[in-house]
């Protein structure tokens, strides 16, 4: 039971530096909290208490590992493309012609974002609008 109590550890700390555990729920927390109680109680030879705790938790994990699965298969909802106003108004902002390639966009986005980036005294906002000039016109040209 020793080495079940390693390797739950081990999944812990792979999950914290992985940053995984960043986009767990809190129920998600608990769990993998309640695994790692019950594999140190069954290391500590109360199995009675600690194997429940594990196969709870195990059960839990496969539960969520079904509906997680079954979500991705959805087929995806059909992007309607942006506005012209819109493509308009990112091309102006980046300061791109619209025969643009995405080489150029990409030339561009970099030009303009290191001058405004928050680290170099811009604004969130502004770097935010210009992340998202970039992403429109380049899914823009994708689309056409």
Known sequence: MGVLTLFIA???IWLIWTGKLQRMTAKDGMALGAA???????AKGK???GAPLLIGAALFFAKQGNIKAKARTRPAAPVAPPPADDVAKARALLGVAPDAD???IRAAHRRLIA??????????????QINAARDLLL???TQR
Do not use: C, N, R
Not at 36 to 42: E, I, K, Q, R
């Open 10 to 12: 081990a999944l812990a």
């Open 102 to 104: 995405a080489g150029t």
């Open 36 to 42: 790692l109680v019950g594999a140190v109680l069954a």
């Open 47 to 49: 199995a009675v208490i």
């Open 115 to 128: 001058s405004v980036h928050p680290d170099k005294g811009g604004t969130e906002a502004l770097a935010a």
């Open 139 to 141: 899914d823009d040209q």
